[in-house]
């Protein structure tokens, strides 16, 4: 049986992040191996994002997208939306990350690195173009309704 106490606790650089080590255990014991290079921190409980699909030319496609971050690194997230949603490997996207400031920025831009799919949920991991200089400190979801991104001010920017 695991048990939270087995871990190792995180440094104090990297105590920020909202954490579950539990779930990087389980995570390693459903796959098998871990193939990241980058070590991956799982989230809990913290407020989505959008992502949006963009052009060759970096132009935003269709209409921006609700997601959930399941885990961070400084090279990428895995994201979790409502719905089965087939986005290609290698589609570039922008992210919304302005309801988390402890990125730093408003916007990132990154690339799918895969996606899995079923009737009810997507999963997708993505690899920030530019990679994040620490792990940020991710704020937590306080909203009782999900909002749809697109009825946002800043959708049309």
Not at 19 to 43: D, I, K, M, N, S
Not at 106 to 111: K, T
Request: glycine share 6%; proline share 6%.
């Amino acid at each position: 049986m695991i048990r939270p106490q087995d871990f190792e606790h995180s440094s104090a650089d990297e105590d920020h992040v909202l954490l579950t080590e539990y779930a990087a255990e389980q995570a390693r014991e459903w796959l098998g191996h871990e193939h990241r290079r980058l070590h991956r921190f799982p989230v809990q409980a913290s407020r989505p994002i959008a992502l949006r699909e963009l052009d060759a030319e970096h132009n935003g496609v269709g209409r921006w997208l609700m997601v959930d971050i399941l885990d961070i690194s400084k090279g990428g997230m895995c994201l979790m939306a409502s719905g089965a949603h087939n986005i290609p490997k290698g589609q570039h996207l922008l992210l919304d990350v302005r309801s988390h400031p402890g990125l730093g920025q408003l916007r990132l831009e990154a690339e799918v690195r895969w996606c899995s799919n079923c009737l009810s949920f997507t999963t997708l991991g993505v690899r920030f173009l530019v990679p994040l200089k620490t792990a940020p400190s991710l704020a937590m979801e306080r909203r009782t309704e999900r909002r749809d991104p697109n009825d946002e001010p800043w959708a049309d920017e």
